[in-house]
């Protein structure tokens, strides 16, 4: 199947503009890191710099898009928030929506034309559930700004249909993939910068030492597959030495993190893609000798983001063993875990309310009450950990069955899309994509990174790169 022509971008014929705008917008970034806000010099350079790069060229911004929300904190990006009525538009949503306003244009002019897809479908459905909660909400008489936080995360999904458009040009592919990677070594960085100059979020625990919480690393976890695996495919346009000093960057900002989930998720999305490959490559007792190189391979990188972040005083290799076992009580007595799990089981009784609340939650802004064992006292808040079950909460059995099916359908056909692939980059981003996905699967039974925080943009990036994939590249036979 032939793709549409998209028409010709600006930026093609002035790459020097991107280069220049995009390792601007770094910098700024960089100096976000270190003194936790900018001063108003440095916010007008960079809305001054996103005003020149959205002239037109849908694809930079949406590379400086996805640079910007990883770069620049929460805290950043609220500072320079400006309300139209009661919506509050912070540079990466300002970004997001020109990009909708670009495909839009295209859309009139009858070039920005998508096929119909599984995931496309699934995304729509989620949306109109999501605009079900958020009416809900409001009638509800729940928070007004919690309600509409709930919304614009879940409305980070409908990226996927500007990506769609985006993604039919292979240089697009190659230009927002690049800035994906980027964005996730700038978040690997600001986590460990953070771990020196210490702030909200950086603490020390007592049994397993210095922990930085930060929603970046879960990005971090991404480009950590997307590096590791080009390394592993030995891809040329990959440098060895670079590309080994960013996985132990972002492996030391995981190893940071001490979130157990999301080592949890990495070892899976690591076997999944491992298994992918070694499936396409028709796996058998002669081929044992690849198989423990690349495991290996993960071995050496792990021990060396460990060796890193214990050479540089952060954390030692004492502290990440006992966060791994049990001298800080094991998973069996983390009281995190157990507030997990009663924060679940109150959703649960909840929804037994009616079948009406069971088929479709409570709505957006909803607050649950029950003991944290962690903080020992009650609360009463809309947030739980755990994306199926916040999404459970708020949109009922339909909108959680609906978000498993689209991760459970992004990890199969990204799985089939390694079998069946004769393009050696179509099979390294579609080992990537099996990585991310399952990791994300796995991470978002425990924590709600796929609903709740501000990255679902990403997450709709993915999938469109997935099924943009499926319709470009031809199949074996």
Same mark, same amino acid.
């Given at each position: 199947m032939?793709s549409?022509k998209?028409?010709?971008?600006k930026?093609?014929?002035?790459?020097?503009?991107?280069?220049?705008?995009l390792a601007?917008?770094?910098v700024?970034?960089a100096?976000?890191?270190?003194?936790?806000t900018?001063p108003?010099?440095g916010?007008?350079a960079?809305?001054?710099?996103t005003?020149?790069m959205?002239m037109g060229y849908a694809?930079e911004?949406?590379a400086l898009?996805?640079?910007v929300?990883?770069?620049?904190?929460?805290?950043?990006?609220s500072?320079?928030?400006?309300?139209?009525?009661?919506?509050?538009?912070?540079p990466d949503t300002?970004?997001?929506?020109?990009?909708?306003m670009?495909?839009?244009f295209?859309l009139?002019?009858?070039e920005?034309g998508?096929?119909r897809?599984f995931?496309?479908?699934?995304?729509k459905l989620?949306m109109?559930?999501s605009?079900?909660?958020?009416?809900?909400?409001?009638a509800?008489g729940?928070e007004p700004?919690?309600v509409i936080?709930?919304?614009?995360?879940m409305?980070?999904?409908?990226?996927f249909f500007?990506c769609?458009?985006?993604l039919?040009k292979?240089r697009?592919i190659k230009l927002?993939?690049?800035a994906?990677?980027?964005?996730s070594?700038?978040?690997?960085?600001?986590?460990?910068a953070k771990?020196?100059v210490g702030?909200?979020?950086v603490y020390?625990r007592?049994?397993?030492g210095?922990?930085?919480?930060?929603?970046e690393?879960?990005v971090?976890?991404l480009?950590l597959f997307?590096?590791g695996?080009a390394?592993?495919k030995k891809?040329?346009?990959?440098?060895?030495?670079?590309?080994?000093?960013?996985v132990?960057?972002?492996?030391?900002s995981?190893l940071?993190?001490q979130?157990?989930?999301?080592?949890?998720?990495?070892?899976?999305g690591?076997m999944i893609?491992?298994?992918?490959?070694?499936s396409r490559t028709g796996?058998r007792?002669?081929?044992?000798a690849?198989?423990?190189s690349?495991?290996?391979?993960v071995?050496?990188?792990?021990?060396?983001?460990?060796?890193?972040v214990?050479?540089?005083?952060?954390?030692s290799?004492?502290d990440?063993?006992a966060r791994?076992g049990t001298a800080?009580g094991?998973f069996?007595?983390?009281?995190?875990?157990w507030a997990?799990?009663?924060s679940w089981w109150?959703?649960?009784?909840?929804?037994?309310?009616?079948?009406?609340t069971m088929?479709?939650?409570?709505?957006y802004g909803?607050?649950?009450?029950?003991?944290?064992p962690?903080l020992?006292?009650?609360?009463?808040?809309?947030y739980?950990?755990?994306?199926?079950?916040?999404?459970?909460l708020?949109?009922g059995?339909l909108?959680?069955? !609906? #978000? @498993?099916l689209?991760?459970?359908?992004?990890?199969?056909?990204s799985?089939r899309l390694v $079998? /069946? &692939?004769v393009?050696k *980059?179509?099979? !390294? #981003? @579609?080992l990537w994509?099996?990585?991310?996905f399952?990791a994300?699967t796995v991470?978002? $039974? /425990? &924590?709600?990174?796929i *609903?709740n925080?501000?990255f679902?943009c990403?997450w709709?990036?993915l999938?469109a790169l997935m099924e943009?994939l499926?319709e470009k590249e031809?199949?074996?036979?």
């Open positions: 032939q549409q998209l028409p010709v971008l930026s093609e014929k002035k790459p020097g503009l991107t280069v220049a705008g601007v917008i770094s700024i970034a100096a976000g890191i270190v003194t936790e900018l108003l010099a916010a007008i960079a809305f001054l710099i005003a020149f959205i694809a911004t949406t898009l996805f640079l929300q990883v770069g620049f904190t929460t805290v950043f990006l500072s320079m928030r400006v309300y139209a009525g009661p919506l509050a538009v912070t300002a970004l997001m929506l020109w990009v909708f670009l495909w839009f295209a009139a002019d009858g920005g998508y096929r897809t995931s496309g479908a699934v995304i989620l109109i559930l605009v079900i909660a958020f009416i809900r909400g409001l509800g729940y700004e919690t936080l709930f919304l614009k995360s409305a980070g999904y409908l990226f500007p769609m458009w985006l039919r292979q697009n927002l993939t690049a994906f990677a980027a964005a070594l700038i978040a690997g960085l600001w986590v460990i771990g020196f702030g909200e979020g020390v007592a049994t397993t210095l922990r930085v919480t930060s929603r690393i879960n971090t976890m480009g997307l590096v695996i390394l592993w891809e040329n346009k990959v440098p060895v030495l670079p590309g080994a000093a960013a132990l960057i972002m492996g030391a995981l940071l993190g979130s157990r989930a999301l080592w949890v998720a990495v070892a899976t690591f893609s491992f298994i992918a490959d070694f796996f007792g002669g081929r044992l690849p198989m423990v690349r495991i290996l391979l071995a050496v990188f792990a021990a060396g983001s460990i060796a890193f214990s050479a540089a005083g952060l954390l290799a004492a990440v063993a791994s800080d094991g069996a007595g983390d009281v995190s875990l997990r799990f009663l109150e959703i649960l009784r909840t929804l037994q309310s009616s079948p009406f088929l479709l939650g409570t709505g909803y607050e649950i009450m029950y003991f944290r962690d020992l006292s009650v609360v009463s808040i809309p739980v950990d755990g994306s199926f079950f916040q999404i459970l708020n949109s059995l909108g959680m069955v !609906l #978000l @498993a689209l991760y459970a359908r992004g990890i199969a056909d799985f $079998l /069946s &692939s393009s *980059t179509v099979i !390294l #981003l @579609a994509l099996t990585a991310s399952t994300l991470a978002a $039974l /425990s &924590s709600s990174l *609903t925080y501000r679902s990403l709709a990036f999938f943009t499926k031809p199949s074996k036979g």
